[in-house]
């Protein structure tokens, strides 16, 4: 558990090389915003997240079924349960503050980073 990181992922950082590629800048990890943005472009007021397959359950009905079948299923159903909703949280906060929210999952990240940034 302590090997996963809350920055700098390697899916964070093929997409931040793939802007650089596109000659795009970027603010990284603004603290002064709601669940702390992977990626702030300020004037254009968007955020970008880089989720996690399995830590915000993507595909979350296949991923809890297989949950289920685990040790601990309940810690961890409850637990990606609550990244869930306060991924949901979050991004209404962004858009209530005027902010345009991207979530982008790993594995569309790992597949073609150069594609999600276009």
Not at 91 to 115: C, F, H, M
Request: net charge positive; glycine share 4%; charged share 30%.
């Amino acid at each position: 558990m302590q090997a996963n990181r809350p920055r700098n992922t390697k899916p964070e950082l093929l997409v931040r090389e793939a802007l650089r590629d596109y000659g795009l800048r970027y603010w990284t990890h603004e603290r002064s915003l709601p669940g702390r943005p992977d990626l702030v472009f300020r004037a254009e007021r968007l955020v970008v997240f880089c989720d996690g397959d399995f830590w915000h359950g993507h595909y979350w009905a296949r991923l809890r079924v297989q949950l289920m079948r685990r040790a601990n299923a309940d810690y961890w159903i409850a637990k990606i349960s609550a990244n869930r909703a306060r991924d949901v949280l979050q991004r209404q906060a962004l858009r209530k503050a005027g902010w345009t929210v991207l979530r982008v999952w790993e594995s569309a990240i790992r597949r073609n980073p150069k594609a999600v940034v276009r």
